[in-house]
């Protein structure tokens, strides 16, 4: 069974359009989510964390958690062309830890079209 | 604050040969993690260090390797390259506190002919 799980995507939206990205986890001890964006050919970016039930807006992007269900998703609104990238979600053990390994899915590629 | 610095940016090797990258992380993080990111197989945990000593280690074959110095640098090494090592390798540092974000570099694109 694989740690984490993404929509399989790709996914494309138009411009100016709620993105929606999903992720499931399989260990309900996991206790720090992340979203990263990565660029092609570029390296991965901390876009959100996530440790507590509920919502967590930053600007445009929205991560929602619900450790019931084991699942986090990352909601991007007006969405733009700058948007497009692959996005990976990444699950960590431990919070409060300096130490522990992420796991990743595979992630899902968004295109926004203009 | 500079960021997580990767070095070099570009490997070309030949099979057989051995390879060495270089991480620096962000400074007072004392914890580096390796990753190793194919198209097939996305990104894979190679291993982890802090404070100089191996803490987790992923389902690599035993031709990787590392290690952390003492200012918590890191290298990793990879001997008797196979063609199936060719990857983006990323180092990601994490501090100390509540919150232990990781952070990449930019990671070292090696391939191997």
């Known amino acids: 069974q694989k740690e984490v799980e993404q929509n399989s995507g790709p996914l494309s939206v138009p411009e100016g359009a709620i993105a929606s990205l999903n992720c499931t986890y399989s260990d309900r001890g996991s206790q720090s989510f992340f979203w990263y964006r990565q660029y092609s050919g570029k390296s991965p970016e901390l876009i959100m964390f996530?440790?507590?039930?509920g919502d967590k807006e930053d600007g445009r992007f929205t991560a929602q958690l619900n450790k019931a269900s084991q699942y986090v998703s990352l909601l991007i609104r007006d969405s733009q062309p700058s948007d497009s990238a692959t996005y990976l979600c990444?699950?960590?053990?431990?919070?409060?830890?300096?130490?522990?390994?992420?796991?990743f899915g595979r992630g899902t590629q968004l295109t926004v079209w203009p | 604050k500079a960021g997580v610095t990767q070095t070099p940016r570009y490997l070309i090797k030949t099979r057989g040969q051995q390879v060495t990258l270089s991480c620096s992380p962000i400074?007072?993080?004392?914890?580096v993690s390796w990753y190793q990111q194919t198209p097939g197989q996305g990104l894979q945990f190679l291993f982890e260090y802090f404070s100089e000593t191996q803490r987790n280690k992923g389902n690599f074959p035993g031709r990787f390797s590392g290690r952390q110095f003492s200012n918590s640098r890191s290298e990793m090494n990879v001997s008797t390259l196979e063609l199936g090592d060719s990857a983006l390798y990323l180092c990601a540092s994490q501090g100390m506190g509540e919150n232990t974000e990781a952070f990449f570099g930019q990671g070292t694109r090696l391939t191997v002919v």
């Open positions: 996530i440790y507590s039930n």
């Open positions: 990444a699950v960590k053990r431990d919070r409060g830890s300096t130490l522990g390994r992420l796991y």
């Open positions: 400074s007072g993080h004392r914890s």
